[in-house]
């Protein structure tokens, strides 16, 4: 089981899973080439922790528990002993591969390497070590601290014990891990949530729903906190989707084992496109512009949208969720995970 730990990428994620292990009892070392995060990021976790702490969650002082955070200068360094490297950087193929390359001089050979990326596949970011086996996907949920979900990610030459390891590390300090056996985009959860995006982005398209009755609909029907159409404009998914059409065309042309679905799926992803490009052209990208499918105050300055409750009763719930439950089935069928009963 690993002892020390190192986190590269000190943003958002990399501060949180931090927090997690330093709380857990972990030594965990930090490496970001960006300086200027690092004071901001160990600032926010102590303020975790203090509201932790002011709760009655925590059963050390929050001093003790950063002081198991060592702060590196250069990667070499911050590599030596250490048994597990978790990789927060950029969603940037090319940043995480440079790293990689870079990493696996300096750790030994029973290092394990694990990823955090939220859809990249595992197999393709693999494809640029020497020893493939130790690499895994280690995906957490923000906030890592209060999300208890953790995706690990077989790529298609992760070993048993790498990944088993990861499971166990994962149990070790309060989460519930799950195992996506096979490697494919989005993962369990995010190609889930993908299908449920896509299908409303269809049913939009084509007139049967209003994209505000959608969201009404998802928001007090089902509980979610946020519909597809504001999520997508709070997230900029618009400008991500139209930006990475690219690199999953080169994913596909060296990892296409991790697109499963040539069909029903890709044919919906490609009517779905035509929308993203057209907004994207339009400048409707979401608040960085102040409007996508909303309309905002002004760019960069975000408001919930007005979503009247009353448009919920104009959809029905199957329409949006039939084809999650399908694809959730295909998925165990392709051995990409199990039923959970």
Same mark, same amino acid.
């Given at each position: ?29 930090? +490496? ?10 160990? =600032? ?50 090319? @940043? ?5 390359? =870079? ?15 939220? &859809? ?68 369990? %959860?995010?190609?889930?949530?993908? @299908? ?12 049967? +729903?209003?994209?505000? *009755?959608?969201?009404? %609909?998802?928001? +007090? ?37 991790? =697109? ?9 992803? *490609? ?8 907004? +994207? ?18 760019? &960069? ?20 969720? *039939? ?19």
């Amino acid at each position: 089981m690993p002892e020390r730990i190192l986190m590269i990428g000190f943003g958002t994620m990399g501060s949180g899973i931090t927090e997690v292990f330093a709380m857990n009892g972990f030594e965990v070392n930090v +490496y970001d080439m960006y300086r200027d995060v690092i004071p901001k990021s160990l =600032e926010g976790i102590r303020w975790s922790l203090n509201k932790l702490r002011e709760k009655g969650s925590l059963h050390e002082d929050v001093d003790t528990i950063m002081r198991r955070i060592h702060v590196f200068d250069s990667l070499s360094n911050a590599a030596k002993d250490v048994d597990l490297v978790i990789e927060a950087v950029f969603e940037d193929p090319k @940043v995480k591969h440079q790293v990689y390359r =870079e990493l696996e001089g300096y750790v030994r050979r029973n290092t394990i390497i694990a990823s955090n990326t939220s &859809g990249i596949p595992i197999t393709y970011l693999q494809s640029v070590l020497q020893y493939k086996d130790r690499f895994a996907g280690f995906h957490w949920f923000n906030p890592p601290v209060l999300m208890r979900l953790v995706e690990v990610i077989k790529g298609k030459d992760t070993s048993d014990e790498t990944a088993n390891v990861l499971m166990d590390l994962a149990r070790r300090v309060g989460k519930e891990p799950i195992l996506v056996r096979r490697d494919v985009r989005g993962f369990i %959860a995010n190609r889930v949530f993908g @299908v449920l995006s896509t299908q409303a982005f269809i049913l939009y398209m084509r007139g049967i +729903y209003d994209y505000r *009755a959608i969201d009404s %609909a998802l928001i +007090y029907k089902l509980g979610l906190p946020m519909g597809v159409f504001a999520l997508t404009d709070f997230t900029g998914g618009i400008k991500l989707s139209y930006e990475s059409r690219n690199l999953f065309e080169e994913i596909d042309r060296v990892a296409p084992e991790t =697109e499963p679905s040539k069909g029903g799926l890709a044919k919906a992803r *490609a009517v779905v496109f035509s929308l993203i490009e057209k907004m +994207y052209k339009e400048g409707r990208i979401g608040i960085r512009t102040g409007k996508g499918f909303y309309e905002y105050p002004e760019p &960069g300055k975000w408001v919930r949208p007005d979503i009247p409750r009353e448009l919920a009763d104009r959809v029905n719930l199957l329409d949006l969720l *039939a084809p999650m439950v399908n694809e959730s089935l295909r998925m165990e069928r392709l051995g990409i995970c199990t039923r959970m009963i």
